[in-house]
């Protein structure tokens, strides 16, 4: 079974720049999930798609992320424009509907912003 | 909302000794608890979870505990390995019908010395 797909894995930008992110998961999956990793901490969510719609998305800076699920399969992540601080390591997962249901993550996008 | 504190944050131990790493949780309504192991450049894996209605679970060389009256549960590795060397997170969620949100904690770093 193939994994969560991520791409780019690096990615160096200017502040002020703009970024995308693309995650394609795990077929099946009706849930995906976009996380942010600082160094040294551990992932916070910053939008949860059930399908193509928004179930949570309280912890995404909404003036310059955006994130969107085109026909609740692929899904992009963009920020513009970036900021110091946005640099991180952005993690998409993936799972089944439901509460116990493992979350698959991918192996990320290792963001720099200089 | 939900809060993970996770102790230690760096762990160092010898070969074939064991490893214990602590979480305590905020949220009472929390039920469901999985570890993450995150190796070098790659997203986190699950490697256990318990539920809230079980008091320990075991899987070959690790096992989890879970206190829900004093809201902390630990991972208890043994004999460990080399290749146990990586960073490992608690996770904590609610049973909510809307979403599946996970809270993180902070990671521990563990290295085994050979």
């Known amino acids: 079974e193939a994994g969560v797909a991520q791409s780019p894995r690096y990615k160096i930008i200017e502040k002020r720049q703009s970024v995308a992110f693309w995650c394609n998961p795990i077929s099946g999956h009706a849930t995906l999930y976009w996380y942010q990793q600082i160094l040294g901490q551990g992932p916070k969510l910053l939008i949860q798609?059930?399908?193509?719609?928004?179930?949570?998305d309280s912890q995404l800076p909404k003036d310059r992320f955006s994130a969107e699920r085109l026909k609740g399969v692929d899904s992009t992540l963009k920020i513009q424009p970036a900021k110091l601080e946005d640099s991180a390591v952005y993690l998409c997962?993936?799972?089944?509907?439901?509460?116990?249901?493992?979350?698959?993550f991918g192996p990320g996008t290792r963001l720099t912003v200089l | 909302g939900e809060n993970v504190e996770q102790h230690p944050s760096t762990l160092s131990v010898q070969e074939g000794d064991s490893a214990v790493i602590k979480c305590t949780y905020s949220?009472?309504?929390?039920?469901?608890f999985p570890w993450y192991k995150q190796e070098l450049g790659k997203g986190p894996q699950l490697i256990i979870d318990i539920r809230s209605n079980v008091g320990e679970k075991k899987d070959q060389r690790i096992a989890v505990t879970l206190n829900k009256t004093a809201k902390h549960f630990s991972l208890h590795i043994t004999e460990t390995q080399p290749e146990d060397s990586a960073v490992y997170f608690c996770?904590?969620?609610?049973?909510?019908?809307?979403?599946?949100?996970?809270?993180f904690g902070g990671g521990t770093r563990v290295l085994v010395k050979p």
């Open positions: 798609f059930q399908n193509n719609g928004v179930v949570d």
């Open positions: 997962a993936s799972s089944l509907s439901g509460t116990y249901n493992e979350q698959f």
């Open positions: 996770a904590a969620k609610r049973s909510e019908a809307a979403g599946n949100k996970l809270t």
């Open positions: 949220d009472s309504a929390s039920n469901y």
